[in-house]
């Protein structure tokens, strides 16, 4: 049993080593020749905890290869596993071309009986289609053996996406019984660790994907959406949420209200699961506001400074702490920092940014108006008429709120006790949906 994985994306890329980690040989094609070298060396271009030393230790066993040899990976593997990009259109759809350029290497260059796993996030229905057009491709070509399409959706963290493939809590595969036997046998070591093993049809499993996200996206906007009206009304986010998650049915997880939500997953499922919505004829108002109230959520920097400036940055130097979409990964994606960033060089306000991971140099390059500090301390002592926190990076949470206690700050992750900022006496505090803290004195009703 050879798995050959295409793409080598942080899904593909970590998909490849833990079926490695599993004892499965595996050979990962990406089109990205630079990639393909650094990573048969053992360098990861992305930054996810534990890869290095899984990737490596992979290698070494022999088990592991990276290739852009599409047809030779192919024509050597029974286990076709696609983990390519699929990007937005301009429209919010989907864009599948990078799913369908491997799709027709495989039924041109495919040699035996195999199955083909679609691990890329792929509008509902595309499972189906994809295997009627594998069906067809094949008998035109007049091949006797079969590929049978499995739809397996990935439900990793950025982050965390090693340690939550190999401790999935399920293992969802949608597709005929053969095939996803196949796949099962697969991943036995996860289920006789305890990950629970659901088939289904293809299409229900592509849609478990997209509803996973969007539910995920709904907590969070609707927390956000809440915190703002704790905002207008002098109350605490922080209370609220305690009270609520305390109900075993609406629990504690994904209930932090922020600048909403980012990444490469959130904003674009949400907004492909809208278009298959009105392209099926079905209602898609709750999950349009989902995305709607993470809009409004991302200018909360722009409307707070402009509140606490009276409505002039123009001049100003405002610090900049976190650029990745959330803590623990390099990616900035859909980032909340870079709307607010945005919103503050339009206001006429520069900036001096920093981030423990991005590799703000390069991001910035171009950007006239931002420099990049080397410290969050550097940022403090650039001389910054205010500070905007965009991750909560553990850096920033731990901080000691004793250098901050000049600086006007506006947490956007709410990432300090309320209760420590008042008795640190900070000058002014912002945070989101928790009352104003001015010299030690929280504004509370
Ligand atoms: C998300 C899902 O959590 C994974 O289950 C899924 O597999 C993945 O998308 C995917 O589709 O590939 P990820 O995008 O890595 O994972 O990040 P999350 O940890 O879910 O965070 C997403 C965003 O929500 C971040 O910007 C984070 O700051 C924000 N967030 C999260 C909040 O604003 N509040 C919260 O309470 C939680």
């Not at 053992?42 to 905890?49: L, N, R, V």
């Not at 109350?235 to 209930?255: V, W, Y």
């Not at 409004?296 to 610090?319: A, C, Y």
């Amino acid at each position: 049993m050879t798995i050959a994985v295409y793409g080598a994306g942080y899904v593909g890329l970590v998909s490849a080593v833990c079926f490695a980690h599993l004892g499965k040989r595996v050979v990962c094609v990406d089109v990205d020749e630079a990639r393909v070298a650094a990573l048969s060396q053992g360098q990861s271009p992305i930054h996810e905890d534990g890869l290095i030393s899984l990737l490596s230790a992979q290698l070494a066993s022999g088990r592991l290869s990276f290739t852009t040899d599409a047809i030779r990976a192919c024509s050597e593997s029974n286990i076709h596993v696609i983990a390519t990009g699929t990007p937005s259109l301009d429209n919010g759809a989907a864009d599948l071309s990078q799913v369908y350029a491997v799709v027709n290497i495989l039924i041109e260059h495919s040699k035996a009986p195999g199955i083909i796993v679609l691990k890329s996030t792929v509008p509902i229905g595309s499972a189906d289609e994809i295997a009627s057009f594998v069906n067809q491709g094949l008998e035109a070509r007049q091949k006797t053996h079969h590929l049978s399409v499995v739809s397996n959706p990935e439900f990793l963290r950025e982050g965390s996406a090693v340690s939550d493939f190999l401790t999935a809590s399920r293992i969802i595969v949608g597709g005929k019984p053969e095939a996803v036997s196949l796949l099962k046998a697969v991943y036995q070591p996860l289920i006789d660790q305890g990950s629970l093993f659901l088939s289904m049809s293809r299409v229900s499993a592509e849609l478990s994907k997209y509803a996973s996200n969007a539910m995920l996206a709904c907590k969070i906007s609707f927390i956000n959406q809440i915190s703002q009206l704790a905002q207008k009304t002098k109350a605490n986010i922080d209370d609220i949420r305690e009270a609520m998650s305390l109900d075993e049915r609406i629990g504690p997880h994904f209930l932090s209200a922020g600048i909403g939500y980012g990444g490469s997953c959130f904003p674009k499922d949400v907004r492909a699961l809208v278009q298959s919505s009105k392209s099926l004829g079905v209602d898609p108002s709750l999950l349009a506001a989902i995305d709607a109230v993470n809009e409004v959520q991302k200018t909360w920097g722009i409307v707070e400074m402009n509140r606490h400036f009276n409505h002039d940055l123009s001049g100003l130097k405002i610090g900049v702490w976190g650029v990745a979409f959330k803590p623990g990964t390099d990616d900035v994606r859909e980032a909340s920092s870079l709307s607010s960033i945005k919103a503050f060089l339009e206001a006429g306000a520069e900036i001096v940014v920093y981030d423990p991971i991005v590799d703000c140099q390069t991001l910035f390059a171009k950007t006239k108006g931002v420099s990049v500090a080397a410290s969050s301390k550097d940022v403090l002592t650039a001389g910054i008429d205010a500070l905007f926190i965009a991750t909560e990076w553990p850096e920033f949470v731990n901080f000691p709120l004793s250098l901050l206690i000049d600086v006007s700050t506006f947490d956007g992750r709410n990432c300090f006790d309320l209760r420590a900022v008042a008795e640190a006496k900070l000058a002014h505090y912002y945070s989101v949906g928790r009352p104003k803290v001015v010299k030690g004195v929280i504004h509370e009703a």
